[in-house]
């Protein structure tokens, strides 16, 4: 069986500096909180919890404490809160979420309205929101946008999810050149690491017969990894680590491609391959 890697695959840069900094953290106290889960993976939740880490779920249960901010990033209302109440912050935000936060904050400041495409459930875009002083709308796709547009489109400053869908964002960029009108403003705040990997991973279904995906089944980037390589590869199989490795599915690969969500540790990954090799050399 050859075992091939997606060219990009695993942890991306904002993942790894917040485990980096949560490492780093715990190494000299013995008790930090996180405002959610540090990442989507239960296996890196459990290290960490075992030296230290408590997860909470809502800021108003804490005071006079230390918190790490995970790399979604948090809404202004959490710093404010965290200031209010003696909890010292220490920031694992992704600086490009930071970016978008400042962005956001600098043109409400100037009486511009935010428009956010994205998720509105997803803890980055409740964040950025909170940065808008209530001048903010929140549209999922072009479409919603059309439907419900505001009345006005005058002093528009607009901004992407970081793993938005760059096709819809080439779209939404070309609908608004069209529009001619002078005072919107458009960011492209995507991140390329999504991106990036979700086209690698069509790359490996497209040439492996059988697809291990590799990341928590609370992660949705790892579940989109999953679904892109399903479609063209019908032996794609998510697993969390090497426990649940479907042996009896894979053993009669040739070629098994492998890729793993962004918030999947290295380790695990190798793992898993140290673990596929042994069985099918046994
Ligand atoms: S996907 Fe991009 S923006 Fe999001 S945490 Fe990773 S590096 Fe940062």
């Excluded at 948090?74 to 710093?79: A, D, E, I």
């Excluded at 600098?106 to 875009?125: A, L, M, R």
């Excluded at 901004?159 to 096709?167: A, C, E, G, M, S």
């Excluded at 991973?201 to 790892?222: E, F, M, P, Y």
């Amino acid at each position: 069986m050859e075992i091939i890697k997606a060219e990009f695959y695993g942890p991306c840069f904002g993942v790894e500096r917040a485990l980096e900094i949560t490492s780093e953290a715990l190494q000299s106290r013995t008790k930090i909180y996180c405002l959610g889960e540090l990442i989507h993976n239960n296996d890196v939740i459990e290290a960490y919890k075992q030296k230290g880490l408590m997860i909470c779920d809502d800021i108003e249960d804490l005071k006079n404490t230390e918190l790490i901010l995970r790399s979604h990033g948090v809404g202004k209302n959490v710093y404010d809160y965290c200031e209010e109440n003696q909890i010292d912050i220490i920031d694992a935000t992704c600086p490009k979420v930071r970016n978008i936060h400042k962005i956001v904050s600098e043109h409400c400041k100037q009486g511009y309205h935010i428009i956010i495409f994205g998720n509105e459930n997803h803890p980055e875009v409740i964040g950025i929101k909170d940065w808008c002083n209530e001048n903010v709308s929140i549209f999922k796709d072009l479409t919603d946008f059309i439907s419900r547009a505001p009345a006005s489109l005058n002093k528009s400053c607009i901004v992407f999810q970081t793993t938005y869908h760059l096709n819809q964002y080439k779209q939404i960029k070309e609908y608004f050149n069209n529009l001619s009108i002078n005072d919107i403003i458009l960011h492209n705040t995507i991140c390329n690491a999504t991106e990036k990997r979700q086209m690698a991973c069509l790359a490996l279904a497209r040439s492996c017969d059988t697809v291990l995906v590799i990341g928590g089944k609370q992660s949705s980037n790892t579940k989109k990894l999953f679904e892109i390589s399903k479609e063209v590869c019908e032996n794609t199989f998510w697993i969390e680590n090497s426990k649940e490795i479907p042996f009896n599915l894979i053993k009669n690969s040739k070629r098994l491609g492998i890729t793993a969500g962004a918030s999947t540790p290295l380790w695990i990954v190798e793992e898993v391959i140290f673990n596929v090799r042994k069985e099918s050399n046994a």
